[in-house]
């Protein structure tokens, strides 16, 4: 059964920071895994896709990696904003359905 | 283009009645699933529809159901609710299973007194 973990939990910053938010998962039989931002209260937004076959992926100041041999995709974050806080997920497509981490939440300090 | 649309966005309901949500999806998507937040659980899997037809289904008691109308919109049921199914509950479309970009709705939120 796949199992998807987010490190850290929680995380503030002061603005300008550059961050890294980590994902692993258990099962590397993978379509594709999908970084989401979810605000509080909201749905989830998309930020970006990653196919199994690649290796990044690039939106403005966002960038996500993916080795799937390791289990492994970090989420980069460059020069943070008051407005890039919220929580962060994580989830791996397989077998017609996601499945998600619990999620970092993040504090952007102004 | 329109998003992925759920109605209502809100709904409160008396234990043993029964609700059923609503969900629209992106226009051209025929991929359509649904899953289940609270703050114990996390995001859970509920069911996945295509062609109108349930593809996968994930851990949850029969109580809930759901189906997919020919234009790809989608309903699902819960009956006789449970003070435990309180949660937020949310649908995602993609325009065809597994491989390519999933969308989600703002949520319906369901508290059951």
């Known amino acids: 059964k796949q199992e998807v973990t987010q490190i850290p939990a929680a995380l503030s910053v002061p603005e300008g920071e550059n961050l890294v938010l980590n994902c692993s998962f258990t099962?590397?039989?993978?379509?594709?895994l999908q970084w989401f931002r979810q605000d509080p209260g909201k749905g989830l937004t998309s930020l970006l896709l990653i196919q199994s076959s690649q290796r990044e992926q690039t939106s403005g100041r966002l960038n996500a990696s993916l080795d799937k041999s390791s289990g492994r995709s970090t989420l980069y974050i460059a020069a943070s904003q008051p407005g890039d806080s919220a929580t962060y997920l994580c989830a791996v497509q397989e077998q017609r359905q996601l499945t998600f981490g619990s999620g970092t939440q993040l504090t952007v300090l102004p | 283009k329109a998003g992925v649309t759920q109605t209502p966005r809100y709904l409160i309901k008396t234990r043993g009645q029964q609700v059923t949500l609503s969900c629209s999806p992106i226009s051209g998507h025929r991929s359509v699933s649904w899953y289940q937040q609270t703050p114990g659980q996390g995001l859970q899997f509920l069911f996945e529809?295509?062609?109108?037809?349930?593809?996968n289904k994930g851990n949850f008691p029969g109580r809930f159901s759901g189906r997919q109308f020919s234009n790809s919109r989608s309903e699902m049921n819960v009956s006789t609710l449970e003070l435990g199914d309180s949660a937020l509950y949310l649908c995602?479309?993609?325009?065809?299973?597994?491989?390519?970009?999933?969308?989600f709705g703002q949520g319906t939120r369901l508290t059951v007194v």
């Open positions: 995602a479309s993609s325009l065809v299973p597994d491989t390519t970009e999933a969308f």
């Open positions: 529809y295509f062609s109108e037809t349930q593809r």
């Open positions: 099962d590397s039989a993978i379509y594709n």
